[in-house]
């Protein structure tokens, strides 16, 4: 689709209605699986609770993370951190993965692939 207005005035448009506060952000969503990108991981680590904070930072800061949050440990589940990766292959998350571990210095971690996309949808308000 294209606009008979310049891309100045969309941009001044948009900057205007985040200043109104009509919206609060403006985003693109691009198809991972066009691009090639196939493996998606949920990383789950068990951290010490102490450590949270710290190793959260450092998780968080690598490019190929998408996601990075903490969930309460339970009896039967001791995972408490998780972080999603999304790549080119299974491997590459495993690589991503150990390297994650190594730079965090969290050794007891799982790398859960998932199976099949269903679909998504933004928030709904």
Known sequence: MELSISEEIV???LRFLLEE??????AATIGHRALGIVANAMIVWRVPPKDVERVGGIMASFDEVT????????PKWPYNLYTVVHSHS???CRKVAAEISRKA?????????????????????
């Open 11 to 13: 941009l001044e448009r």
């Open 21 to 26: 506060e009509v919206i609060r952000r403006f």
């Open 67 to 74: 996601h990075c949050y903490e969930r309460p440990q339970r």
């Open 90 to 92: 299974r491997d590459e």
């Open 105 to 125: 210095g969290i050794e007891d971690y799982q790398v859960l692939f998932s199976e099949r996309e269903f679909k998504k949808t933004g928030a709904r308000i």
